[in-house]
């Protein structure tokens, strides 16, 4: 064999090896910036078929932003909702707002203060909101959302 020709191959192999050692060593030197989490809590999980069971011909949302459900012509009091998102959506067969539920675990103890102008931003744009500190009985959500 030439020597030209034991120079490519050695200089094959060695790209070989080096983009095989990077591809290998890779995911040991990137750190993970983005992780996937649940959607809903096990107890918004529960509230969320109890939903269902309550409201058969509905369509409840899950995690809807606020932005999706009021607007205001002023940048600043966009503002104060920008970042909010409420627990559920319940939604009639026309896909019109019937009610907005707020599930409170206790991580709301102490914020009760930001729940009622959360309510208030709610009810202002005109619809009903219902806050529940505990899973409803079928019959209470009916009666409670008409």
């Known amino acids: 064999m030439s020597e030209s020709t034991q120079l490519i191959f050695l200089l094959i192999g060695s790209i070989s090896t080096v983009l095989l050692l990077i591809s290998y060593l890779r995911p040991f030197f990137l750190k ?47 503002n104060r909702f920008n970042r909010k998102v409420t627990d559920f959506v319940v939604l009639d067969k026309e896909m019109k707002v019937v ?27 005109g619809y009903q909101v219902q806050r529940y500190t505990q899973i409803p009985s079928i019959k209470q959500l009916q009666m409670d959302i008409r």
């Open 32 to 78: 993970q910036n983005y992780f996937a989490r649940p959607v809903i809590t096990a107890f918004e999980s529960q509230m969320f078929s109890r939903l269902q069971q309550a409201f058969p011909h509905h369509n409840i949302l899950a995690q809807v932003a606020f932005s999706a459900l009021i607007t205001s012509k002023h940048y600043k009091i966009r």
């Open 99 to 125: 009610a907005i539920i707020e599930l409170d675990d206790p991580s709301h103890i102490g914020k009760e203060l930001e729940d009622q102008k959360r309510d208030q931003m709610l009810l202002e744009a």
